[in-house]
C-alpha cells in the first residue's frame, strides 16, 4: 500500500499470489490485508484523510478483481491507530487494526492528539556528573531509543546526553533540583517495543496501584 515492508502490490501482481495460494493445497484465501503505515506519521488531516482513501480503494477494487476471477473475498482488514478514523469510514473494508491507541506514545499522540500516553518507564536517578548533570539507571535495556529517544514526563525542558546499555545521562533544566534516588517517569516514543521488554506491567488507575497485567507475547519472537 506505500509502505514497501511486505506483502504484493494491489491490482494485477494480487490477483497472481491469489492464483498462486488456490492452487496450493493446505492454504486457503480468505481476506485482503491493506496497511497503509506510511501515512501514520503524516499531520496534515486532509491529506492523509486524501490519501488514506485511495489506498483503501486500492483495495477494494483487488478484492473485485479477485472476485470477477472466481474468488469469493468480502474480508479486507487495514489501517493502524494514525488513520483508522478515515479507513474505517470506507465502505467495504470490515476490520480495522489500531493498535498503540490503547497505550499511546510520544508519536501517536503528536498525529493523534485524543489518545494521551498512558504508559511511563520508571527510572532512578544514580549518580549527578556536575552542574544539572544527572546519571540515571534507564538506558536501551529499558527504553529503546530508535525511534527517538523518551520524553521526560514531569519536565520535559531536561535534555538527554548520552544512552548506554543500562544507564543515560541528562542535563536537568534550569531550576530543577534533583537528588541521588529521585524517580522519574519517562514516556517512551514508541511504546510497541518498549513494553515487548518487560514481563509485566504495573498498572495505576485513579492515582491508585491495582496491580499488574502480564505482557503476554513476552519471549514470543520466533
Known sequence: MGFGRCGIKPGGPALQLARLIKKAPHLELVGLQAYEGHLTPMTNLEDKERMTREC???ALDTRDLLNANGFDINY???????????AGKCEGITEIQPGTYVFSDEHIE???PIFKPAVTVLGTIQNKTGPR?????????AVPTGDGKPIFKDNPKNRWRVFTEEHAQFKAAPGT???????????????????????????IKDGKYIGTW?????????
Open 56 to 58: 483503501m480503494k486500492l
Open 177 to 203: 533540583n534533583y537528588k541521588i534516588g529521585d524517580k522519574i517517569e519517562l514516556i517512551p516514543a514508541h511504546v510497541c517495543i518498549t513494553v515487548n521488554l518487560y514481563d509485566f506491567i504495573h498498572v
Open 110 to 112: 503528536m498525529v493523534n
Open 76 to 86: 479486507i482488514t487495514a489501517s493502524g491507530s494514525g488513520t483508522y478514523m478515515f
Open 214 to 222: 502480564p505482557v503476554l507475547a513476552r519471549g514470543k519472537n520466533y
Open 133 to 141: 548533570l544527572f546519571t540515571i539507571d534507564s538506558g536501551l535495556k
